[in-house]
């Protein structure tokens, strides 16, 4: 068995990340780092729950973001809103 960790800087500051056990569950892209972190955190005993309240203020974060025109947090809502309207097709 192998364990599987690179993390490599890319152009502009990119970063490109594959993590993983052997040959199952590999995960890759800049997601693949948030995973890992969150995962990290929810190890940890001491770490607070995530409430409903903090989900709902973290999106309005994001969203006011969005909309004063920032990238990255614009393409998570355009993700979001493809994810909420594949859910709504029949």
């Known amino acids: 068995m192998c364990v599987l960790l690179v993390v490599g800087m890319g152009c502009g500051g990119g970063e490109n ?4 056990f052997g040959n199952s569950g ?3 892209g800049a997601h693949a ?8 955190l929810a190890e940890h005993e001491a770490t607070p729950a995530v409430t409903d309240e ?7 974060v994001v969203r006011q973001h969005a909309l004063d025109g920032e990238l990255e947090a614009a393409l ?3 993700k979001l ?8 097709e029949p």
């Open 17 to 20: 990340v594959i993590t993983g």
């Open 26 to 28: 590999n995960q890759l």
């Open 76 to 78: 998570v809502m355009l």
């Open 54 to 60: 903090d989900v709902r203020r973290s999106y309005g």
């Open 33 to 40: 780092l948030w995973a890992s972190v969150a995962h990290e």
């Open 81 to 88: 809103a493809e994810e909420q309207r594949e859910r709504e």
